[in-house]
């Protein structure tokens, strides 16, 4: 087993300044993202870009999923990135990680979890999740560490202004592991737990809003009970998921909204037991589906933590009316 590098306490604590915001690691699962006077923190949801297939025509896509991206960030103005996973299929033989520089050239804070993708099954050239994390110095990510050298790769983002609580919370967790039934598994539903634990005691209650690659079941029932909005090309990949981190985030009374990916031609959203479910769109030119790439802009009020979401597309696309729900804005609002 590959042992996990140590982290130097000025690369721990380290903070990343831009313009409107300060990014600054508090502990290794957790950062704090400091904001300037706005009035409004825009998140841009990325999801299954499917970089780094060591192939010509995959190049060429990838290339096209990084025009896609630069546009999207041009035009909206995000003051933050999240992927939600399926970020370079490193599954692959000798995957290239060339996307880790270009997020990096975008000049917005960013971050990911990891899906199935992202995670390595023993063929050459491939990184273990302890190297691939490497890799991701310049993005805000973290892990929880469980001793003897094991990771959950789970943490918490913090958004709040200068000298105040966080207005919200941004809990992103590992779902994309095959040796864990590709769900929320026992000892990141544990971390949860102590989340909630650790806020009661600090006098903390924003809301959580969850990024997470694979959907849970709940995302079928909602959309069979006719309680969603947008499309659903695809029957939902829940993989092993019996709905037991749903219960936990509908008891904690703290989780707004749930982020996912992995199915690329769905895009709906829903509330369900007075969750938001919400697909991402797919941004990737290398994932299957031939629905319009783009993306997901999630607005969040900095003074009451409610919060609004739309599908975004490339310039000049265009979608079919009856697909053009989830282009328009859909509110949820703050928990509690």
Same mark, same amino acid.
């Not at 996307?99 to 899906?115: E, I, T, Y």
């Not at 003897?148 to 779902?175: H, M, Q, V, W």
């Not at 971390?191 to 924003?206: E, N, P, S, T």
């Not at 037991?244 to 509330?271: L, M, P, W």
């Given at each position: 087993?590959?042992?996990?590098?140590?982290?130097?306490?000025?690369?721990?604590? %380290?903070? =990343?300044?831009?313009? @409107?915001?300060? !990014?600054?690691?508090?502990?290794? +699962?957790?950062?704090?993202?400091?904001?300037?006077?706005?009035?409004?923190?825009?998140?841009?949801?990325?999801?299954?870009?499917?970089?780094?297939?060591?192939?010509?025509?995959? #190049?060429?896509?990838?290339?096209?999923?990084?025009?896609?991206?630069?546009?999207? $960030?041009?035009?909206?103005?995000?003051?933050?990135?999240?992927?939600?996973?399926?970020?370079?299929?490193?599954?692959?033989?000798?995957?290239?990680?060339?996307?880790?520089?270009?997020?990096?050239?975008?000049?917005?804070?960013?971050? $990911? $979890?990891?899906?199935?993708?992202?995670?390595?099954?023993?063929?050459?050239?491939? #990184?273990?999740?302890?190297?691939?994390?490497?890799?991701?110095?310049?993005?805000?990510?973290?892990?929880?560490?469980?001793?003897?050298?094991?990771?959950?790769?789970?943490?918490?983002? +913090?958004?709040?202004?200068?000298?105040?609580?966080?207005?919200?919370?941004?809990?992103?967790?590992?779902?994309?592991?095959?040796?864990?039934?590709?769900?929320?598994?026992?000892?990141?539903?544990?971390?949860?737990?102590?989340?909630? !634990?650790?806020? =009661?005691?600090?006098?903390?209650?924003?809301?959580?809003?969850?990024?997470?690659?694979?959907?849970?079941?709940?995302?079928?029932?909602?959309?069979? =009970?006719?309680?969603?909005?947008?499309?659903?090309?695809?029957?939902?990949?829940?993989?092993?998921?019996?709905?037991?981190?749903?219960?936990?985030?509908?008891? /904690?009374?703290?989780?707004?909204?749930?982020?996912?990916?992995?199915?690329?031609?769905?895009?709906?959203?829903?509330?369900?037991?007075?969750?938001?479910? $919400?697909?991402?769109?797919?941004?990737?030119?290398?994932?299957?589906?031939?629905?319009?790439?783009?993306?997901?802009?999630?607005?969040? +009020?900095?003074?009451?933590?409610?919060?609004?979401? @739309?599908?975004?597309?490339?310039?000049?696309?265009?979608?079919? %009316?009856?697909? /053009? #729900?989830?282009?328009?804005?859909?509110?949820?609002?703050?928990?509690?």
């Amino acid at each position: 087993m590959l042992a996990v590098p140590t982290l130097n306490l000025p690369e721990l604590f %380290s903070s =990343q300044i831009t313009s @409107r915001l300060r !990014v600054k690691r508090i502990e290794t +699962d957790r950062f704090d993202v400091v904001l300037g006077g706005q009035e409004k923190f825009r998140i841009l949801q990325l999801t299954d870009t499917h970089f780094g297939t060591a192939a010509p025509d995959a #190049r060429i896509k990838d290339r096209m999923s990084e025009t896609l991206i630069r546009g999207l $960030v041009e035009e909206h103005r995000p003051d933050f990135i999240f992927h939600t996973g399926d970020f370079i299929n490193n599954d692959r033989e000798n995957p290239e990680f060339g996307a880790l520089d270009f997020m990096n050239s975008l000049g917005v804070p960013w971050s $990911v $979890v990891l899906g199935n993708h992202d995670h390595p099954n023993g063929k050459a050239g491939q #990184r273990s999740l302890e190297q691939y994390y490497e890799g991701l110095k310049e993005a805000t990510v973290g892990f929880a560490d469980k001793g003897a050298g094991a990771r959950d790769y789970c943490f918490r983002i +913090d958004l709040r202004r200068e000298d105040s609580k966080p207005f919200a919370s941004l809990l992103a967790f590992n779902t994309g592991d095959p040796q864990s039934g590709m769900k929320v598994n026992a000892t990141q539903t544990e971390w949860f737990r102590r989340q909630l !634990v650790a806020d =009661q005691a600090k006098g903390i209650d924003c809301p959580f809003l969850v990024m997470q690659h694979i959907p849970t079941i709940e995302y079928h029932e909602v959309y069979e =009970q006719k309680l969603a909005i947008g499309r659903r090309g695809e029957a939902v990949c829940f993989e092993i998921d019996k709905g037991e981190i749903f219960s936990q985030y509908v008891e /904690s009374k703290r989780v707004r909204a749930v982020f996912c990916g992995h199915d690329h031609v769905n895009d709906y959203t829903g509330i369900y037991r007075d969750v938001a479910l $919400v697909y991402g769109r797919c941004s990737g030119f290398n994932g299957y589906g031939d629905w319009h790439r783009g993306g997901r802009l999630i607005d969040i +009020d900095v003074r009451t933590g409610r919060g609004e979401t @739309r599908v975004v597309l490339a310039d000049q696309a265009v979608e079919k %009316s009856e697909w /053009s #729900r989830t282009l328009e804005k859909w509110k949820f609002e703050s928990v509690g």
